[in-house]
C-alpha cells in the first residue's frame, strides 16, 4: 500500500506563488508520481508528472513555463512549484502515483492523496 498526504494549498492571488507538497509512504519503489486537479464541475486533468529518479518530468501545455515539479528521493516528497498562478488554476490539487513512466491520464494512477485546495483570486 502507498499512502500520499498533500499539503501547501491555500489562497493567492493572481500573478502569486505557491509550493505544494506530497508526502509519499509505503511501497512506493519505481513509482511515477504525478499532480492533477479539479475545478468545481470539471473533470480531473493531469498537472505534472515526475518519474521515480526524478530526472524526467512532464508538465501539461496549460502550466508550462509556470509550474514545476521536483522530487526529493530522501524524503520521498514530491513538489510542485506554481507561480505566475492564475484564476483558472484554481482548483483542488491531488497528489497520485502508479506504476512505470508515460502515463499522464487519471484511469492510469493507482494511489491518490485527498488533495488541497488551490484558491487563487483575481
Known amino acids: 500500500q502507498v499512502q500520499l498526504v498533500e499539503s501547501g494549498g491555500g489562497l493567492v492571488q493572481a500573478g502569486g506563488s505557491l509550493r505544494l507538497s506530497c508526502a509519499a509512504s509505503?511501497?512506493?519503489?519505481?513509482?511515477?508520481m504525478g499532480w492533477f486537479r479539479q475545478a468545481p464541475g470539471k473533470e480531473r486533468e493531469f498537472v505534472s508528472a515526475v518519474s521515480w529518479t526524478g530526472s524526467v518530468t512532464y508538465d501539461a501545455d496549460s502550466v508550462k513555463g509556470r509550474f514545476t515539479i521536483s522530487k526529493d528521493k530522501a524524503k520521498n516528497t514530491v513538489y510542485l512549484q506554481m507561480n505566475s498562478l492564475k484564476p483558472e488554476d484554481t482548483a483542488v490539487y491531488y497528489c497520485?502515483?502508479?506504476?512505470?513512466?508515460?502515463?499522464?491520464?487519471?484511469?492510469?494512477?493507482?494511489?491518490w492523496g485527498r488533495g488541497t485546495q488551490v484558491t487563487v483570486s483575481s
Open positions: 509505503g511501497r512506493t519503489f519505481s513509482f511515477t
Open positions: 497520485a502515483a502508479t506504476a512505470g513512466w508515460g502515463k499522464f491520464h487519471p484511469d492510469e494512477y493507482i494511489y
